[in-house]
C-alpha cells in the first residue's frame, strides 16, 4: 500500500511539475507564440470563432483547434502567458494518460507506471507543452486517435480471454473524433500519419483486413461531423482559404524549400535524441538491445510493432519533406516513450551490466566536469553574467548526472537500492520546479518584447506611433502582442513621424533629411532599447538645454509607475 501510495504522489507530482508549472515563466517567444496568441485573442475578444485573423486580416497558416483552446482559455482565466500555453498542456497530458492506458493494457502496469515518470520528464514533451503553438494539440489528438486505433486492430485483447467478434463501436467512433480533431489542429497530416502507421503495421504483420477496419463508416462519418464543418464555413467565408491553406501551407510547405525551413534528411535522428533528455542514454541502450533481439530472429509482439510502425512512419515521413522544423517530429514520441518505458521494465534486467554501467558512467563522467564549471565560475568567470552561465550549467549537469545515476539502480540485485530508481525523475522536478532561476543567465536580455512593452507603456509612448529597427522577428510579434496593436518595421524610403526604437544608439542610418531624429534618445534601461522621436526638420521644436525627445522634454530619472527605471525625462 505504501509503495502505490508513492508511486501516486510521484506521478502526480511529475504531470503537475512538468506540464503545468510555470507556464507564464517568460514571455511569448519566437515567431509563432505570440501570434498563435494574438489570434486566439482576437478570436475571443471578437466573437468570431470560423476565421482566424492575425492584425485584423485572416490567417489561415493553420487550422482552428489551437485557437479555439486558447481563446476558451482567455476567457477561463484572463489573457495571459499561462493561458495561452495551457491547450499544450493539457494536451501534453491528455496524450500522456492516453499511452498510459494503451501501456497498462498490452503490457502491464509496471510500463504503465514508468512511463508516466519516464515520457513527460522528457525535454521535448515539457518544452512542448510549455509552448503555444499548434506542435502539442497535434501530437496529443493524433496519439489518442492512434489509441483507439490499436483497438479497432484488436491489439488490446486479454491473451486469457476468449476472442471476439464484435465491432468495436466506441472505438470506432472516438477514433474518427479524435482524428477529426488532429485534422483541425494542423490540416491533412493526421491523415497521412495515422493512415500510413497503421499501413505500416499491417506490412509487417499481414493484417490488412484489420487495418481496413479503421475505414469503417462509423469512423468515417464521425471523422467528418468533427472536421469538416469548421473548413467548410470557412472556406465559405473566405474564398482564397483553400488555396491558401491547403496548397501554399500544406503541399508547397512538404514538396518544396519555399518557407525556408531547409535541414539535412537526418535531421530528425540528433531532434530526437535531445527531446528526450535526460533519458537519451536509455533510449541509445534500449534501440542497441532491440536490434541484437532482431539479429537473434526474436519476433516482436503485435503491439510493438505497431508503436514502432507509428513512430517509424512519422519520422519518415517528416524527413522527406522539404520544410523541416523540431516540433514536427513531436507525434513520433508518445510511442517511442512507451517502447522506452517497456525497455526499461522488460530488457534492462536482462542487459543488467551494459544498463547500470552505461548510466552510471555518465553521470561518474559528468559529475567531474560539473564541479569544473562550478569552479572556475565562482573564481575565473570574466563577468557576473559569465559565472551565472556556467554556475547554471554545472547545476543541471549535476542534476541530470543524478537522475541517471538513480536510474541505474533499476536493474540493482539489492532491493534497497533498485527502489531507488523511480526517484530519478526528483532531479528532473527540481530543474523544472527552478527554471526561472537556472534559466535567467540565459534569457538576459528578455528575448520576447514583454518587457520593452512594459517600459514603453511607462513611458507612455504610443504605440500606434511605433516602429522598430533591426529588431529580430519573433521579439518584433511578441511586442505587438503585448502592447495590443502590430507595430511596423521602420522603411527609411517611407518615413512618418513617430518613435524609432532601436537596440543601439545612433539613428542617422535609418532617418534621412528632411526627416530627423532627436539626438538624446530615451533609454530603456532594463531591456537596453533607445526610443527616438521623428518628425520633420521644420516641425522640431529646438530648446537652449538641447535636452529634447522631438521637442519633449526630459525629466530626472528614477522608476517610473510600473517600478521600471526610464532614464531622462518622460514625454508629457
Known sequence: ???????????????YLCYFHNL?????????????????????????????????????????????????????????????????AFAALLATLAMAWLAWRVYDAWAARWLLLLLPTTVGMIGFSHAAVTDMPFAATLTVALVFAAIILGLTHNPQSPSTQRTPWLALI???????????????????????????????????????RCLHPLAIASFCLTALPWYILCSRRNPDFFRIFIIEHNFKRYLTPEFQHIQPFWYYVPILLIAFVPWTLALLWSIASGLLRRGRKFQFSPTSLFLLSWAMFSLLFFSISKSKLPGYILPAMPPIGLLLARSCVRLAPEGERTFRWLHAGFSFLGFPVAFILLWMGWFYAVSTIQ?????????????????????????????????????????????????????????????????????????????AQTYVAAMPRGQQFSLSF?????????DPDQPKAGYLLRNSRGCGHFVKP?????THPLELQTSGWFVYKVQREDSVSRRQDGS????????GSGPNRDGLAVRGRQPR
Request: charged share 15%; proline share 7%; net charge positive.
Open 1 to 15: 500500500m505504501a509503495a502505490r501510495v508513492l508511486w501516486l504522489g510521484l506521478i502526480i507530482a511529475t504531470l
Open 387 to 463: 559565472s551565472q552561465k556556467m554556475i547554471s550549467a554545472a547545476f543541471v549537469l549535476l542534476l541530470l548526472g543524478l537522475a541517471n545515476l538513480l536510474l541505474a539502480n533499476k536493474v540493482n540485485r539489492k532491493t534497497s537500492l533498485s527502489l531507488m530508481a523511480p526517484f530519478c525523475v526528483i532531479p528532473v522536478l527540481i530543474l523544472v520546479s527552478e527554471f526561472n532561476a537556472l534559466a535567467r543567465p540565459w534569457l538576459t536580455p528578455d528575448p520576447s518584447g514583454k518587457t520593452i512593452a512594459q517600459e514603453l507603456r511607462a513611458a507612455q509612448i504610443p504605440p
Open 514 to 518: 528632411p526627416w530627423t531624429c532627436s
Open 174 to 212: 472516438f477514433f474518427g473524433f479524435f482524428l477529426g480533431l488532429a485534422m483541425l489542429a494542423k490540416g491533412p497530416a493526421a491523415i497521412v500519419l495515422s493512415g500510413g502507421g497503421v499501413l505500416l503495421w499491417a506490412a509487417f504483420t499481414k493484417g490488412w483486413r484489420d487495418a481496413f
Open 548 to 555: 529634447t525627445l522631438g521637442g519633449n522634454s526630459l525629466r
Open 482 to 490: 503585448y502592447l495590443h496593436q502590430e507595430i511596423q518595421t521602420w
Open 24 to 88: 507564464g515563466a517568460i514571455g511569448l517567444v519566437g515567431p509563432d507564440e505570440p501570434r498563435y496568441a494574438w489570434i486566439a485573442r482576437e478570436m475571443h475578444e471578437s466573437g468570431d470563432w470560423v476565421t482566424p485573423r492575425l492584425y485584423g486580416q485572416p490567417w489561415f497558416e493553420k487550422p482552428v483547434l489551437y485557437y479555439w483552446g486558447a481563446a476558451l482559455s482567455f476567457k477561463l482565466f484572463g489573457v495571459s502567458e499561462a493561458a495561452a500555453r495551457f491547450p499544450s
